[in-house]
């Protein structure tokens, strides 16, 4: 598992520490428009072996959001 600091930009610009098995799931996890934040810090980049998938900080994709609350 790795560790690393996710952007998606859209109204707001929104930063997560995501933790995947690859680069690829990680931004899998995020959905359209996330990128990877560089540099990657070398110390967190690598997560115990018993970490699990994990999302910190990024609000739903836009299909999973609620549509009932007013913006």
Known sequence: MITLTIEKRGIAT??????????????????????????????????????AESVEGLPARASERRTDVAA
């Open 14 to 51: 929104v930063r997560a520490r995501v933790t995947a098995p690859s680069i690829e799931r990680a931004l899998d996890l995020c959905g359209a428009n996330a990128r990877v934040v560089f540099p990657i810090e070398p110390e967190p980049f690598f997560a115990p072996e018993d970490a």
